[in-house]
């Protein structure tokens, strides 16, 4: 059996945040479990990836973000059209983060948070580099962007 990573969300309202991933990035989903009237497991394909959305459950470690708070971690979407992923997500009640830009990287790319607190990009590849010039082009980046490579101070 080949690996694969299958990402779990927690949300508050995974209800709405399975209709939600369906209309702002064309989510399908494939079955929904639920006990108590909330959805405690459910199964999303977007291309030819899985995830899985669930009502986050505190009691059993699994928290959601705040939606204007930190995360955890974020999504990328290979998108063919940034520019129109981008628009369908705002549509769909998605805060617009950042808007799309031809990124040093390759990319055309576009950030957004949805609803229920988690971070999405949306990237359209552009130009394929190699390590060598991606590296140059990141150098060069974080040259003229002081701070963004450096750890902060917790206290």
């Not at 059993?60 to 708070?69: C, K, L, Q, R």
């Not at 999405?120 to 002081?146: C, G, I, M, Y």
Request: glycine fraction near 10%; charged fraction near 15%.
């Amino acid at each position: 059996m080949a690996l694969s990573l299958h990402p779990n969300i927690s949300v508050v309202g995974a209800e709405a945040a399975i209709d939600f991933y369906v209309a702002a990035f064309g989510a399908t989903l494939v079955t929904a479990v639920r006990a108590g009237g909330l959805v405690v497991h459910s199964d999303l394909t977007l291309g030819d990836t899985g995830f899985t959305v669930a009502e986050a459950m505190p009691t059993f470690g699994s928290v959601a973000p705040t939606v204007d708070g930190p995360t955890h971690a974020s999504f990328t979407i290979e998108v063919e059209d940034t520019d129109a992923a981008f628009a369908r997500a705002v549509a769909a009640g998605a805060v617009a983060v950042e808007e799309p830009n031809d990124g040093f990287h390759g990319g055309r790319i576009a950030t957004v948070r949805c609803p229920f607190g988690h971070r999405w990009f949306l990237n359209q590849t552009v130009e394929v580099l190699d390590q060598a010039e991606l590296q140059r082009r990141v150098d060069a980046w974080a040259a003229q962007s002081p701070g963004t490579t450096t750890v902060p101070d917790p206290a």
